[in-house]
T-cell receptor, first 109, second 114 residues
Framework: GQNIDQPTEMTATEGAIVQINCTYQ??????LFWYQQHAGEAPTFLSY????GLEEKGRFSSFLSRSKGYSYLLLKELQMKDSASYLC??????????FGRGTSLIVHP | GAGVSQSPSNKVTEKGKDVELRCDPI?????LYWYRQSLGQGLEFLIY????????KSGLPSDRFSAERTGGSVSTLTIQRTQQEDSAVYLC????????????FGQGTRLTVV
């Protein structure tokens, strides 16, 4: 089985940087995904890491350490529209991710 | 189609009735997944299809739940004898191969059992 932990809720200020952590324990690990989900909407893909290190994509970056079972999503230059739930998901075997409960990020002015 | 389409978008049903939820994946996507999301909760995996077969249906919560996929395309999730605890948003996603590729989600079906 797998166990995925991430904080339930975080708050940050517009323009700031926020880091959302995710730890996992799983068998057959095959990559880690981050998805964004705005309230009432479907999740949308943000990033995928399979090798250790940092992947940067615009204002968003994602980091993975396989040996530590740890990942984080880094959001820079926060905007109000970044208020959403951020879902960490572990890819297991040859198919799709098992999701954590998600972190609700609230960005305030 | 342009994206993953689910129908109906909302369904209210009486306890004990059967419901069918439909998913039209992105054309050409071989992998299809069903998830369930209760209010304020994460996504709970239900079942995974690769083509028309379901290599993993371990997430189906009980034998009242079943799913099928035909023609490597449309999938139907059926819940028999619905219970109030079945109330949730049922999300369908598809991906091109299923092997650690980006999954595209539909808007979901909000099921309310009264």
């Amino acid at each position: 089985g797998q166990n995925i932990d991430q904080p339930t809720e975080m708050t940050a200020t517009e323009g700031a940087i926020v880091q959302i952590n995710c730890t996992y324990q799983t068998s057959g690990f095959n990559g880690l995904f981050w998805y964004q989900q705005h309230a009432g909407e479907a999740p949308t893909f943000l990033s995928y890491n399979v090798l250790d290190g940092l992947e940067e994509k615009g204002r968003f970056s994602s980091f993975l350490s396989r040996s530590k079972g740890y990942s984080y999503l880094l959001l820079k230059e926060l905007q109000m529209k970044d208020s959403a739930s951020y879902l960490c998901a572990v890819g297991r075997g040859s198919y799709i991710p098992t999701f954590g409960r998600g972190t609700s990020l609230i960005v305030h002015p | 189609g342009a994206g993953v389409s689910q129908s109906p978008s909302n369904k209210v049903t009486e306890k004990g009735k059967d419901v069918e939820l439909r998913c039209d994946p992105i054309s050409g996507h071989t992998a299809l997944y069903w998830y369930r999301q209760s209010l304020g909760q994460g996504l709970e995996f239900l079942i995974y299809f690769q083509g028309n077969s379901a290599p993993d249906k371990s997430g189906l919560p009980s034998d009242r739940f079943s799913a099928e996929r035909t023609g490597g395309s449309v999938s139907t999730l059926t819940i028999q004898r619905t219970q109030q605890e079945d109330s949730a948003v049922y999300l369908c996603a598809s991906s091109s191969t299923g092997y650690n590729t980006e999954a595209f989600f539909g808007q979901g079906t909000r099921l309310t059992v009264v």
